[in-house]
């Protein structure tokens, strides 16, 4: 398997820009996650899903954040419009069935907001 | 909000040392992850111990749980040059599901240089 998928893996906007991050997880895993990782707040959990529901989003910072995940292989990270404060490196990780938790993370994708 | 915090930020060794890294959470787990991240990397599942056990081994690795202290700590022995990464304590908060999966809180990272 090709592990987790995230696409682009820099990306670098302007200040009011849409941004859309992409991620496909590993085949046969039915939780999706995504995390930010900044060096001042560490890694937080933003988002995720089961069986491409949302289950907890108390962790997306503000409305201009939004996640969605249409099937089992395809998620998206949406920020709009965008802000500075928004650079970090975005992480999506996946889990399977009754794996007590064990995540494989993709390679994240670097954001800078200019 | 950080439940794991490692300690120490940062630690440089000689390869072929020992390294310990500790972590310490506040709320009751159901299990608690060791992950390692290279830099510019993605992280990567080290080792899992469950609330009910107290040590577990993989490898060079040792992982130790005191769920009285709400502490584990992670040894890595006979270290390597390519162990030099940022090694990060992860919580599955109790009243998750379990078997199931639930969003990981994170500690800061531990980063650990291992000098040739």
Same mark, same amino acid.
């Given at each position: 398997d090709a592990g987790v998928i995230q696409s682009p893996r820099h990306e670098v906007t302007e200040m009011g820009q849409e941004v859309t991050l992409r991620c496909k997880p590993? /085949?046969?895993h039915d939780y999706l996650f995504w995390y930010?990782?900044?060096m001042m707040r560490g890694l937080e959990l933003l988002i995720y899903f089961n069986n491409n529901v949302p289950i907890d989003d108390s962790g997306m910072p503000e409305d201009r954040f939004s %996640?969605?995940?249409p099937n089992a292989s395809f998620s998206t990270l949406k920020i709009q419009p965008s802000e500075p404060r928004d /650079? %970090?490196?975005y992480f999506c990780a996946s889990s399977r069935p009754l794996a007590y938790n064990e995540q494989f993370f993709g390679p994240g994708t670097r954001l800078t907001v200019l | 909000s950080q439940q794991g915090e490692e300690d120490p930020q940062a630690l440089s060794i000689q390869e072929g040392e020992n390294a310990t890294m500790n972590c310490s959470y506040k709320t009751s787990i159901n299990n608690l992850q060791w992950y390692r991240q290279n830099s510019g990397r993605g992280l990567v599942h080290l080792i899992l111990i469950r609330s009910n056990e107290r040590e577990k081994h993989s490898g060079r690795l040792r992982v130790t749980l $005191?769920? *009285?202290?709400? *502490? *584990?700590s992670l040894l890595i022995t +006979? *270290?390597? +040059? +390519? $162990?030099t990464a940022s090694y990060f304590c992860a919580t599955d908060a109790l009243g998750n599901s379990g078997g199931g999966a639930d969003g990981l809180t994170f500690g800061k990272g531990t980063h650990l240089i291992i000098q040739p």
């Open positions: 590993i /085949s046969g930010r990782q900044t %996640a969605k995940m /650079s %970090a490196v | $005191d769920t *009285s202290k709400k *502490s *584990s +006979a *270290s390597r +040059a +390519a $162990d």
